[in-house]
């Protein structure tokens, strides 16, 4: 079934929409209007005022004028508040959400029923009717990881859910390996899309955020993300690039910390714990070696720009292809990284993707490299987080550490990762978390609209 998109013409439609998205099953009431002097989304989530070096990069690897750079990056900080309005309100009939366009000018939301395309274009996004809904391809996609053995896992090494197809994509090295999988894994072919290529994705070996770092004196790696847990400092990085135990040292070659946790495969995550003559900064190192800040982790949709440091290639910008993406490497399957069209190169592993201000994750692997170009796959940030205990850097004020295990009906605490639909209550009101990230301690629902939906 063809994708609908209904958009302009619905536009006069859009009284009786906003009846039809107050109206929806389960939906929460619409917002009240943020007053006219309060944050907008591009403000809140720092795409406001982008630094040199991210305009820089995204007019270099993008193609884009300055002032198409800075409109994108406050369209993709405002389209992420609507689709997550919308990913609430349609439930279980939501497919799906991305921007396009150069400067991300238009959002299309999927449903699988048409009857919500007033309620989505009064939101100011296109409505794309399909098939199948976003859960139901999910539960296919894990079907098909379920699936995979020794075998067809080196001939299928990467699967994702495409919004923008409203399909299972296989990334094989023949139709034959994929149609084989599908079999196996006894799910409707209908769904599924099949990509052949040669390109088996490797993880980024031998290798502030950006910076060198060295693994036993042997292997060399990327910063990701400084983060502090309680007293101690550090930073997030990928699992590939040490064990529990390991010791590091720095650009300078400088003894630096000890890995205090690693997974990988499975997932592609670390951090490790520096010593007391190494400090936790928000920066992370940008075109030029000039720093840009890390406000957030607010996580981008498909179809933003992303842009990569790393100690081997430096600063590079692309877009982000497909989240919760499952990609097999020679050492084992890494589910949940999101898939980009950013280069990078061996010893970029576990460097830092940022979208506009807000953290996305730390390079895993990938194919291809910043000579011919490639794709690459990054673990999201915000797991790594919530898995360890851990408060992101940024230049906002940030106090507390986040409680284990999480409850995600409890009271808001600043530390702690909401994805969407997460209900909190924060001064005796309640709301609904619109887009996944780690709460900031000057970034309380009631002044970020952007991020919380009161009810």
Not at 19 to 25: G, N
Not at 78 to 91: D, H, K, M, P, V
């Amino acid at each position: 079934m063809a994708h609908r998109h209904i958009g302009a013409a619905c536009a006069a439609m859009t009284a009786l929409g906003a009846l039809v998205l107050t109206a929806l099953p389960g939906a929460a009431a619409a917002a009240p209007p943020v007053p006219a002097d309060g944050p907008s989304a591009a403000r809140t989530l720092g795409a406001g005022t982008p630094s040199t070096a991210m305009l820089r990069a995204l007019r270099r690897d993008l193609g884009l004028t300055n002032a198409q750079a800075r409109t994108r990056l406050e369209n993709e900080a405002e389209a992420g508040t609507r689709a997550g309005r919308l990913q609430i309100a349609l439930g279980k009939r939501f497919a799906g959400a991305w921007v396009s366009g150069a400067t991300s000018a238009d959002l299309t939301v999927a449903t699988t029923d048409v009857a919500d395309a007033p309620a989505i274009v009064a939101d100011g996004a296109r409505a794309s009717i399909v098939r199948t809904g976003l859960a139901d391809l999910k539960a296919a996609k894990a079907k098909l990881d379920s699936a995979t053995t020794t075998t067809t896992v080196p001939e299928v090494p990467v699967r994702y859910v495409d919004v923008r197809t409203n399909h299972v994509t296989l990334q094989a090295t023949s139709r034959a390996a994929a149609d084989a999988l599908v079999a196996a894994a006894g799910v409707d072919s209908k769904l599924v899309k099949v990509r052949v290529s040669a390109d088996r994705p490797r993880a980024l070996y031998d290798i502030r955020g950006g910076d060198a770092y060295y693994i036993e004196n042997t292997a060399r790696c990327s910063v990701g993300f400084a983060v502090t847990k309680a007293d101690q400092q550090g930073f997030a990085s990928a699992g590939h690039c040490g064990k529990a135990g390991d010791t590091t040292t720095g650009f300078n070659m400088v003894a630096q910390g000890t890995f205090q946790a690693s997974v990988f495969p499975g997932h592609d995550m670390s951090w490790v714990g520096a010593n007391s003559d190494w400090t936790a900064t928000a920066a992370v190192k940008g075109e030029g070696d000039q720093d840009v800040q890390v406000a957030g982790s607010t996580q981008a949709l498909v179809g933003a720009a992303i842009c990569r440091s790393g100690s081997t290639t430096g600063w590079h910008c692309g877009t982000i292809e497909q989240h919760d993406t499952s990609v097999t490497y020679s050492e084992g399957t890494v589910d949940g990284v999101t898939r980009t069209t950013v280069c990078a190169e061996p010893g970029d592993s576990g460097g830092p993707y940022l979208s506009g201000a807000q953290a996305q994750g730390v390079t895993s692997g990938g194919s291809g490299d910043c000579t011919r170009g490639g794709t690459t796959f990054y673990q999201p940030i915000n797991p790594v987080l919530s898995t360890y205990g851990l408060v992101l850097k940024t230049n906002a004020a940030q106090t507390e550490t986040p409680a284990t295990p999480v409850d995600p009906t409890s009271s808001w605490v600043s530390g702690r990762v909401y994805d969407v639909g997460a209900q909190v209550t924060y001064d005796g009101v309640t709301y609904l978390c619109l887009q996944s990230h780690q709460a900031q301690g000057v970034l309380q629902p009631a002044a970020t609209p952007a991020l919380w939906q009161r009810l």
